[in-house]
Structures are given as structure tokens and as C-alpha cells.
């Protein structure tokens, strides 16, 4: 009964958040291509690909877990030559991100809708080995089904936010039932495990493994050569001393030029960086750039014109750079960690020795900023002030 509740529940939820997602494809761009391929219909090149033979079947959902998953395939590969392996992903910046890199013999394709006849059709074509799930994503009817094809499932670097932890207490009924059906869960700290027990897991089958997050770090060195030509693009220099805001969210630009207002006559070399964790928002982080009276260049329009004024702020509009802007760095602020709640990634910043500042709210890397802060390697503020 209460596969059948949710089953009738998921396609009224579906229809409802559809009109939003709908526009933000539009103002983001990326989503359109492929898209039929989120109701399992792939063109011919990608079904013939499929058909050469079963897979490992690897999920992602954005940037940061594309990494660890493809940090992921390629230690596994390393101990098994000639595995293959299919990722999916659930955004356009994920694909990008993962098409760089994804060996020859792997396929990608965007994850399916959670409904029992798109899942049938995908199971049928992609015929996985395994299921190896990343961080946070229970889907119920994908975790089901391959349960009962036999398929193991598992999870890899595993977290559970307060939010989350919350969302998914409310509806233990059915994810008791889902957590129950892994084979595998590796988790980042002890806390995770005691919350994925909480909910439903088997104890003996809940693992501490740390972040994975270290190791994606290590793997993915920043090209000091590409942010400095990125700089000089953007008519800024090694003499600057810049302060980056990474990955951030509404709120937090604003917060950032404020602060650049008051320290630029202490520091007349000093510029800001502004990397938006959506580039979508770049017209409304304009908008605040201009209300305030500052100088900017944008990204993705391209080198700052021969004899233009230095700008006093860039605009990383672009996907892919944050990593390499992190090394010229003088000064890091890690988004989504003062006006919203979650927190980005800091060990990135951390892995390229830049002073890291973040805020209150860093719920998705609790355990990451403990090891941090007991280490004396980041400053945690409590407001904008």
C-alpha cells in the first residue's frame, strides 16, 4: 500500500514543481539537450552504446558529487581493467563536468524520473551490475526495483544534513524501507551513521569512511597558469590581492561588496572575485554591482576591451574555473554558509593553502569544518558583521 501511495503521490508532485523547472532550463540553459533522456529514451548512438554490454551503474546528482563519482570510476578501474561503468547525473554543469573527463568505455546519460515505467525501460537497456549511489539520493522506486532485480545497491561518502535528517524522519514510514535495501552505506562521520541507523538502515551494514571530498581535492590539482590568464582577461594582475567569494548564494555578494566598499581605501590593490554558485543570477549580481558604483567585468562576455578601466570586481559567470580562480586567491569566502544554510565546499580553497572564511551554516560539511576549526585551518564567522 504504501508503494501505491507513493506511486500516486510522486507524478502530482512531479506536475506541480514541473513549471519551475521548466523555467529554470530556460534561464540556465543545458537542459534541453538530452532531456528525453529523463523519461529513458535515448538517441541511437547512446542505445547502441548501452547494448554492448551490463555496466555499473554510478549516480551523481551535481558538480561536487560528479567528482567524487569519477574520482570513484577511475580507482575502481584501477583495480578492475576493463570495468565499464554508466553515469548519470541529474544538471547540465554535472554532464559538463563529467563529459571532460569520462573514460572512452563509460556512457553518461541524465537520471530518470522516479516512476515505475520509466525505470522498467531504463533497467532494460542499461541491464547494471551494481548500483552505487552518492551522498544523499534515495530515490524509492530506483532503490525497489533494483533490489528486487537482484542488483546491489550501495552508497558512497554518504551525509545526512539536519534539513535532511528531518525531511526524511517525516516520511520514515517509507524510507525505513528504502535505507533498508542497501547493501552498502559508507558515510562520512559517525554522526551520518547514527542518523542512517536511525532511520532504517542495518547497523552492520553502515560504514565510516570519511569524506571523500579530501580525496577528489588531492586528485584535482589547481592550474595557477589558468586563473592568472584568467585575471589578465579580466584586466587584474599578480599585484592585486583578491578576495574571492566561492560559490555564492542570494545575499551573499551583496554582503561581499559591502565589505569590499570598506576595506578598498586600507587596501587600494585589493579586488573582488564574485564566482555565483548559479550563473543564471549573473544579471541580478550585475544589478548590485552597478547600484553600489563599482567597475566590473564579466566572465563570460569574453577579455576586458584594450584600455578599459581596471574593473574593481570580475564576475566568474562560467562553469568550471572556481577550482583554478582558488589558487591566486588572497583571501577565500565560501558561499552558501551566511545568508542561506548548507554550506559549498571548503576543501578545495583549503587544498590550495588560501586562507578559507566561511559562515554559520555549513550543515553539509558539519564534520568537514570540525576536523577545519580543530586544526586552527578556517575562520568560522557568525554574521555578516
Same mark, same amino acid.
Given at each position: ?13 512531479l +506536475?506541480?514543481?514541473?513549471? #519551475?523547472?521548466?523555467?529554470?532550463? &530556460? ?20 542505445? @547502441? ?10 549516480? @551523481?546528482?551535481?558538480?561536487?558529487e ?10 575502481w578501474?584501477?583495480?578492475?581493467? =576493463? ?8 544538471t547540465?554543469? =554535472? ?31 542499461? $541491464?547494471?551490475? $551494481?548500483?552505487?549511489?552518492t551522498?544523499? !539520493? ?19 561518502? /554518504? ?8 525531511? #526524511? ?32 538502515? !542495518? ?6 569512511? =570519511? ?6 581535492? +588531492? ?7 589558468v586563473?592568472?590568464a ?7 594582475? +599578480? /599585484? ?12 551573499? !555578494? ?6 569590499f ?5 586600507? #587596501?587600494?590593490?585589493? $579586488? ?8 543564471? $543570477?549573473?544579471? +541580478?549580481?550585475?544589478?548590485l554591482?552597478?547600484? *553600489?558604483?563599482?567597475? #566590473?567585468?564579466? *566572465?563570460?562576455? /569574453? ?31 565560501? /558561499? ?11 576543501? !578545495? ?10 559562515g ?11 576536523d577545519?576549526?580543530?586544526?586552527? &585551518?578556517v ?7
Amino acid at each position: 500500500m504504501i508503494w501505491i501511495v507513493y506511486n500516486l503521490f510522486f507524478p502530482v508532485l512531479l +506536475a506541480l514543481v514541473l513549471p #519551475y523547472y521548466l523555467l529554470r532550463m &530556460a534561464r540556465r540553459g543545458g537542459y534541453a539537450r538530452g532531456f528525453l533522456q529523463r523519461v529513458g529514451i535515448y538517441d541511437k548512438v547512446v542505445a @547502441a552504446r548501452l547494448a554492448e554490454r551490463s555496466r555499473i551503474w554510478v549516480h @551523481a546528482v551535481s558538480v561536487g558529487e560528479t567528482m567524487v563519482a569519477l574520482r570513484f570510476i577511475e580507482r575502481w578501474r584501477k583495480l578492475e581493467p =576493463g570495468v565499464a561503468f554508466v553515469l548519470t547525473v541529474n544538471t547540465s554543469t =554535472g554532464q559538463a563536468l563529467a563529459a571532460k573527463s569520462l573514460h572512452p568505455d563509460d556512457v553518461m546519460v541524465y537520471f530518470p524520473l522516479d516512476t515505475p515505467v520509466v525505470l522498467a525501460r531504463v533497467f532494460r537497456m542499461l $541491464r547494471p551490475e $551494481r548500483l552505487i549511489l552518492t551522498e544523499c !539520493e534515495f530515490w524509492p522506486n530506483l532503490i525497489r526495483m533494483a533490489s528486487r532485480r537482484g542488483v546491489p545497491v550501495m552508497l558512497i561518502n /554518504g551525509r545526512m544534513s539536519d534539513r535532511s535528517y528531518r525531511g #526524511y524522519q517525516r516520511f520514515r514510514f517509507l524510507f525505513r524501507r528504502v535505507l533498508a535495501m542497501l547493501d552498502r552505506l559508507c558515510v562520512q562521520g559517525e554522526r551520518d551513521r547514527e542518523r542512517f541507523i536511525a532511520l532504517g538502515a !542495518e547497523p552492520g551494514r553502515v560504514q565510516v569512511t =570519511g569524506s571523500a571530498k579530501y580525496d577528489v581535492a +588531492a586528485q584535482a590539482p589547481a592550474d595557477v597558469s589558468v586563473a592568472a590568464a584568467i585575471l589578465a582577461d579580466s584586466g587584474l594582475g +599578480a /599585484g592585486d590581492v583578491i578576495l574571492l567569494g566561492g560559490s555564492t548564494w542570494a545575499g551573499e !555578494e551583496a554582503v561581499l561588496m559591502d565589505l569590499f566598499l570598506r576595506l578598498r581605501s586600507r #587596501y587600494p590593490a585589493l $579586488r573582488l572575485v564574485l564566482v555565483p554558485r548559479h550563473a543564471e $543570477r549573473r544579471d +541580478a549580481v550585475v544589478e548590485l554591482i552597478c547600484a *553600489r558604483g563599482l567597475t #566590473y567585468v564579466q *566572465r563570460s562576455k /569574453g577579455r576586458l576591451p584594450a584600455g578599459a578601466e581596471r574593473p574593481d570586481v570580475l564576475l566568474a559567470d562560467t562553469t568550471g574555473e572556481l577550482r583554478h580562480l582558488y589558487a591566486i586567491a588572497s583571501v577565500v569566502f565560501v /558561499g552558501k554558509s551566511l545568508t542561506q544554510h548548507g554550506g559549498q565546499n571548503p576543501i !578545495e580553497p583549503a587544498a590550495c593553502a588560501r586562507p578559507v572564511v566561511v559562515g554559520p551554516n555549513m550543515e553539509n560539511f558539519r564534520d568537514v569544518v570540525e576536523d577545519f576549526l580543530a586544526a586552527g &585551518a578556517v575562520i568560522q564567522v557568525r554574521n555578516a558583521d
